[in-house]
């Protein structure tokens, strides 16, 4: 029976999710791994491979595709870019996997545009031709899919939608050096920095945050009525929407997409954000739907596989084979 295999690479661990060639999820697993760049680490993977393949009375020669998702730049030509957060020899550990599993496509996808995918493939955005999906995790991660395709871009910065200047004025630097990016406010860490600058600008004491990136307590504060919290969910509502506004007019989707650990919180802030998008939004786009994403963390795994399917089915001139089920919302 033919299988795929999604990985996510972390910079410690991967985790892997076998799928059928119809996005069913048959076992995740994670595996701790060294960093990606000897034979040694790359043996780790592939044993472990192996070792769920087997699980599954599966051997290697059953994968036909095989996807990585990871945290960086991949451009449209499948060339992956400069990675800050993990130490990774991509050229090797294709190699190594191309060995292990001899009939296998392979494929690396960034992460969030994996995340994208894997709502076409077995998510939410299932049956969507166009859509955009933006993750509010630490920092700010969007993917772009266009006809059923990924827009990766010729740099792979493709739907770098966190990265869009939304505030010219802002003063502070943005983690890729310029200033006033969406990131800056849309972000885990944009919102608990503009929630403590509201309490210290109105000489109010901030509820305890755990954290740089403890949104929770944010969005706890929200509901319990503190007001420095709504102005900044207000404020990071204000400069999301504006910059999906502006996205809107470049890829004029049928529906948006939030998830990353932010969007826990999506059910609150959605009416003000829904709101201010029309506000901003050109009128002819400004009915799109603005939904919360539903794979959660595992939709880059479903994401990486099905670009690794897509890719294969595309070099045999096959048509790909459909999503039988849609998985269940996390
Ligand atoms: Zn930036």
Redesign the pocket.
């Known amino acids: 029976m033919d299988k795929v295999i999604g990985i996510d690479v972390g910079g410690t661990s991967i985790k892997v999710g076998l799928f059928s060639p119809k996005g069913e999820l048959l076992e995740e697993r994670k595996i701790p791994t060294p960093a990606l760049v000897d034979e040694d680490a790359y043996r780790v993977v592939t044993d472990g491979l192996v070792r769920i393949l087997t699980a599954h009375d599966s051997v290697p020669e059953d994968v036909i595709a095989c996807g990585l998702d990871i945290p960086g730049p991949v451009a449209d030509d499948g060339t992956v870019g400069f990675l800050p957060n993990i130490q990774l020899d991509a050229e090797g550990l294709v190699h190594a996997i191309s060995a292990a599993l001899p009939s296998a496509t392979i494929a690396f996808v960034n992460d969030a545009n994996a995340a994208a995918l894997g709502e076409l493939w077995a998510g939410v955005a299932h049956g969507a031709s166009s859509f955009v999906l933006i993750a509010l995790g630490t920092g700010v991660g969007a993917g772009v899919v266009v006809n059923r395709r990924l827009v990766a871009g010729a740099f792979g910065a493709g739907g770098?939608i966190?990265?869009i200047?939304v505030n010219k004025g802002e003063t502070r630097t943005?983690?890729?050096?310029?200033?006033?990016?969406?990131?800056?406010y849309a972000s885990a860490k944009g919102v608990v920095r503009m929630y403590l600058e509201e309490c210290e600008a109105h000489g109010v004491t901030p509820v305890h945050v755990e954290h740089a990136t403890d949104t929770l307590s944010v969005f706890r504060a929200l509901a319990a009525g503190d007001d420095c919290a709504k102005i900044a969910v207000d404020k990071m509502c204000d400069y999301l929407a504006f910059a999906m506004a502006q996205v809107s007019c470049v890829v004029d989707p049928a529906m948006f997409l939030l998830g990353g650990g932010v969007a826990g919180a999506f059910a609150t802030f959605a009416p003000e954000l829904r709101r201010r998008f029309q506000q901003y939004a050109l009128p002819t786009c400004k009915d799109v739907a603005i939904e919360a994403a539903s794979l959660g963390n595992q939709a880059a795994m479903y994401g990486c596989a099905y670009e690794a399917l897509r890719l294969r089915a595309e070099s045999l001139g096959q048509p790909l084979p459909a999503a039988a089920v849609v998985a269940e919302q996390q």
């Open positions: 770098e966190g990265h200047t943005c983690g890729c050096g310029r200033k006033g990016c969406l990131e800056q």
